[in-house]
């Protein structure tokens, strides 16, 4: 079982930054694929980022390449995304998730979910 615990949202003006951290429990974390996803408002889950277990393959949707990285300290148990150049349309709950088989790029590719934390980015 792994539980994993998001912080960092908030609320910023567009063009602001914002480091968003998940931190999970186990000691199996560098076996896990990890992921963030986001809810926009009265939208699905859809794929922002995602790394491999040992940090050496990343993913982004392309609606965030160039602004978002995705970063883990495996010591720590912690994955980050890191999001500049904010834009209203990032306005989401931002969940972390992990992968025992691959590094995921949809929802149904993860097993376990964060509560999500609330980014709001004002215009």
């Known amino acids: 079982q792994v539980q994993l615990v998001e912080s960092g949202g908030g609320l910023v003006q567009a063009g602001g930054s914002l480091r968003l951290s998940c931190v999970a429990s186990?000691?199996?974390?560098?076996?896990?694929?990890m992921g963030w996803f986001r809810r926009p408002p009265g939208k699905e889950r859809e794929f922002v980022a995602s790394?491999?277990?040992?940090?050496?393959?990343?993913y982004y949707a392309d609606s965030v390449k160039g602004r978002f990285t995705i970063s883990r300290d495996n010591a720590k148990n912690t994955v980050y995304l890191q999001m500049n150049s904010l834009k209203p349309e990032d306005t989401a709950v931002y969940l972390c998730?992990?992968?025992?088989?691959?590094?995921?790029?949809?929802?149904?590719?993860?097993?376990?979910w964060g509560q999500g934390t609330q980014v709001t980015v004002s215009s």
């Open positions: 998730a992990a992968s025992w088989v691959v590094i995921p790029r949809s929802p149904r590719e993860c097993q376990y």
């Open positions: 790394i491999s277990g040992s940090g050496g393959t990343t």
């Open positions: 186990g000691r199996t974390f560098s076996s896990y694929a």
